[in-house]
C-alpha cells in the first residue's frame, strides 16, 4: 500500500514472534527477469509485533521514498515483486523460513495516489546564482517542474509577487529537496524592492496547482504563503561596475552590481 505506506506478507503458517522477521532480507524488485530495479528494506516497524501468519511492516519514510524515487519499482501492480532470503524468520516450532527461489507477485497494490506536500523552504541571498530550495515530503520528478508557477511574497499573502520563471533546475534526478538556480533578472528585482526578503518575515513562497508532481504524477496542490524555513540575507557588498564622466556638462555616471537605495548615496 503506497498511501500508507505498509507491506503486508502473508506466511503459510504463523511465525514465531514477527519481531523475529530480518527485515533487511526483504527485496522488492520491478519484475522477475532481468534487468531487474531492487531494493532491499533498511528497516520498519511491525504493525501488529505478536505471532501471526499475516505479516504487516510500516515501511520507514526513507525506505518508501527509495522507492517511490524509481520510476520502474513499485508503480503498478505488475512491477513489484517481493523476495525472502533464507532463514529471515522461523515458525512456531522453530522452523527457519525457506527463503523464496523465485520472487512472488503481489496480490494487493495500492498504487500511491497521495499528492506531495511542500515541507521546506529554503532562500540563499549570500551568493549568486541566487538559490531557492524546495523540501517536499516525497520524491519529485524535477522533469515536469515548472519554474513559472512558483511566486515569491514581500509579506503574508501582501505585497508584490516576482516569478521563478527564467531560471534553472540544478537538481537533476528525483529528489525530496530541489534545489533552483534563480535568474539574475529574479536577483535584481528582489534587491530593487524596498523591504522584500530582508528577514523571514518578509520571504515567503506560493506554488500553484500542479507546479510540480511527485513520481506517480500526482499534482501538488496550491500552495500559498508558505514561509521560509532557512534564510541566509544578503552580505555580499555592491560594487562599482563602471562609469562615466562627462567633462562638459560635469556629471559623473556611476553603474553598480546591482540595485541601491539612492537616498542613501553620499556624493563624497
Do not use: C, H, W
Not at 540563499?124 to 546564482?129: R, V
Not at 541601491?260 to 556624493?267: D, G, P, R, Y
Amino acid at each position: 500500500d503506497m498511501n500508507q505506506s505498509v507491506l503486508t506478507l502473508t506466511f503459510s503458517e504463523a511465525v514465531q514472534g514477527k519481531t523475529a522477521l530480518n527485515l533487511a532480507a526483504i527485496t522488492l524488485q520491478s519484475s522477475i527477469f532481468s534487468p531487474v530495479v531492487n531494493y532491499s528494506l533498511t528497516g520498519g516497524a511491525f504493525v501488529d509485533p505478536g505471532p501471526g501468519s499475516v505479516v504487516s511492516i510500516q515501511l520507514t519514510t526513507a525506505d518508501l521514498n527509495s522507492i517511490k524515487a524509481s520510476r520502474y519499482l513499485a508503480v503498478s501492480k505488475s512491477t513489484v515483486f517481493v523476495s525472502i532470503l533464507q532463514n529471515a524468520t522461523y515458525d512456531m516450532s522453530g522452523n527457519l523460513l525457506v527463503g523464496t527461489q523465485n520472487a512472488s507477485s503481489v496480490d494487493i497494490f495500492v498504487p500511491d495516489t497521495t499528492p506531495p506536500k511542500l515541507t521546506g523552504f529554503q532562500l540563499t541571498l549570500i551568493q549568486e546564482p541566487l538559490q531557492v530550495v524546495l523540501t517536499f515530503d516525497e520524491p519529485i520528478d524535477v522533469t515536469i517542474t515548472s519554474l513559472a508557477l512558483a511566486l515569491l511574497y514581500i509579506g503574508n499573502g501582501t505585497g508584490g509577487l516576482i516569478p521563478l520563471s527564467g531560471g534553472s533546475i540544478a537538481t537533476l534526478s528525483p529528489s525530496t529537496v530541489i534545489t533552483i538556480n534563480a535568474s539574475q533578472t529574479v536577483l535584481s528585482m528582489i534587491r530593487a524592492t524596498p523591504g522584500f526578503a530582508r528577514s523571514p518575515n518578509s520571504t515567503f513562497i506560493s506554488l500553484g496547482a500542479n507546479a510540480t508532481r511527485d513520481m506517480a504524477s500526482n499534482g501538488i496542490a496550491p500552495v500559498s504563503s508558505f514561509q521560509v524555513t532557512t534564510y541566509a540575507a544578503d552580505l555580499i557588498p555592491p560594487t562599482v561596475a563602471n562609469f562615466t564622466l562627462d567633462l562638459n556638462v560635469g556629471t559623473v555616471i556611476l553603474t553598480f552590481s546591482e540595485p541601491l537605495q539612492a537616498a542613501t548615496f553620499q556624493a563624497k
